[in-house]
């Protein structure tokens, strides 16, 4: 991985989602393309059958049924007890996982900054429309956890959790230790929780020492271990400079496809080796076909076990992304 210095992180609530932004995402809800039991009445159908005012189907009468539930018209017509059956509305759960690791703390446009005002900008959609939204963050320690809030009261609060367990711990973390361990192992932790079912979003650049913490990580994610599944998504986040490493190059003030070339000393952000390299146009090519594997990979593999996989750059608007980006890919409508 190549990587710039990452931008100066938000500091404020206003600085993840400014008031306008904010205006424009009222209009929009989560999607979910499965039918979830929630947990508390809200607008959204669930597969549970009770009480509300939407019709969903009948079923004949039997001993020990609601008699206020029959349908006396029917019965006149076909002199058989029939019992009207309610579609229930129940909240939706929307779950935000944010990786703060080492790696996300890098490129320029910064990942993690973009990564936590996207993880802002979807909990406010989902809290401004009564689902139950929750955020965890791995990759800096501890998983770190926010349990479900409801509500658009609760948008601050949430904002505020994402500024103090994701943003101000890795901006003290500088270079810290492999991030891969912990990525499989709060996944895991994720997945054995059944709160956790309904629309899932992980924002990540999927840059994992260990590939097979990756591959583990985002089975369990899909749904695992003999778990029903979530409905989920993968939000993979690189930088310009990652994509291409000119960039970085031009960046700097110099010219042409391969300013960033000769003996290069480079750092791995998430383990602290040092590996001197020595760059030419035909290796500036061959790290841009690696990467677009790398990225392609990722998509297959996410797309073999039921996730919706998307690239994002970190120097995405991020009013753009969500307001078209996201709603093209169906994660919003």
């Not at 205006?23 to 549970?48: H, I, N, T």
Request: with cysteine; hydrophobic share 40%.
């Amino acid at each position: 991985m190549i990587a710039g210095a990452s931008d100066r992180l938000p500091a404020t609530i206003a600085e993840l989602i400014t008031p306008d932004l904010a205006a424009r995402l009222d209009a929009l809800d989560v999607v979910s393309r499965r039918l979830f039991a929630g947990k508390l009445q809200g607008e959204r159908r669930s597969k549970q059958r009770g009480r509300s005012v939407e019709f969903d189907d009948y079923r004949e009468y039997v001993a020990g049924d609601d008699l206020r539930h029959i349908d006396w018209n029917v019965y006149a017509r076909l002199d058989r007890l029939f019992i009207k059956i309610f579609q229930e509305e129940q909240d939706l759960a929307l779950h935000i996982i944010l990786d703060a690791s080492p790696s996300m703390n890098a490129g320029t446009p910064g990942k993690l900054a973009m990564a936590a005002r996207l993880a802002t900008a979807l909990g406010y959609v989902g809290l401004v429309n009564n689902n139950r939204v929750s955020v965890s963050v791995l990759g800096v320690g501890p998983l770190r956890r926010l349990e479900p809030l409801r509500g658009r009261r609760q948008v601050q609060r949430l904002a505020q959790f994402i500024l103090d367990e994701a943003l101000a711990p890795a901006a003290r973390a500088g270079q810290g230790a492999p991030a891969g361990p912990g990525f499989a192992g709060a996944l895991r932790t994720l997945a054995a929780d059944p709160s956790g079912r309904g629309v899932v979003v992980l924002l990540s650049d999927l840059l994992i020492p260990d590939p097979g913490c990756y591959a583990e990580g985002l089975r369990l994610l899909a749904g695992g271990a003999g778990r029903t599944g979530q409905d989920g998504y993968v939000l993979q986040l690189l930088s310009p400079g990652e994509l291409d490493p000119a960039v970085e190059g031009r960046r700097a003030g110099e010219n042409g496809p391969g300013a960033i070339v000769g003996d290069l000393r480079l750092t791995d952000v998430e383990s602290g080796r040092v590996a001197e390299v020595t760059v030419t146009p035909e290796v500036l090519e061959q790290y841009r076909r690696s990467v677009r594997r790398y990225i392609d990979e990722a998509a297959a593999f996410c797309r073999a076990r039921g996730l919706t996989h998307q690239l994002v750059r970190s120097d995405a608007d991020v009013a753009g992304l969500v307001l078209d980006g996201l709603r093209r890919l169906g994660l919003v409508r």
